[in-house]
Nanobody, 124 residues
Framework: QVQLVESGGGLVQAGGSLRLSCAAS????????MGWFRQAPGKEREFVAA????????YYADSVKDRFTISRDNAKNTVYLQMNSLKPEGTAVYYC?????????????????WGQGTQVTVSS
């Protein structure tokens, strides 16, 4: 099993920035990619960004491209999500995700492990 623990959520004004962190522990050798999803009230969970452990290739949802940056620290088994120019529609619970490939964790079905989620609220 792999455990994921997120941190860094909070309340921010529109146009502001936040950085989320997610630390992985346990059988981390079984995962090759980590990423982030978000879920707003009454909506489905949607993919935000992902990064591959080997090589560091990244993939973003169109809605966050050029505003969000995902990065990883392999030595710490930690992934980060730097969120800039936040919009009110970005208000959601943000979930850390881990899986076997960057391709597989772009959908909830392809994700093997989830964190508990961290609330991000963007005020207008």
């Amino acid at each position: 099993q792999v455990q994921l623990v997120e941190s860094g959520g909070g309340l921010v004004q529109a146009g502001g920035s936040l950085r989320l962190s997610c630390a992985a522990s346990g059988r981390t050798f079984s995962i090759n990619a980590m990423g982030w999803f978000r879920q707003a009230p009454g909506k489905e969970r949607e993919f935000v960004a992902a990064v591959a452990w080997s090589g560091g290739s990244t993939y973003y949802a169109d809605s966050v491209k050029d505003r969000f940056t995902i990065s990883r620290d392999n030595a710490k088994n930690t992934v980060y999500l730097q969120m800039n120019s936040l919009k009110p529609e970005g208000t959601a619970v943000y979930y850390c995700a881990a899986g076997r490939s960057i391709g597989s964790i772009t959908t909830p079905r392809g994700t093997n492990y989830w964190g508990q989620g961290t609330q991000v609220t963007v005020s207008s």
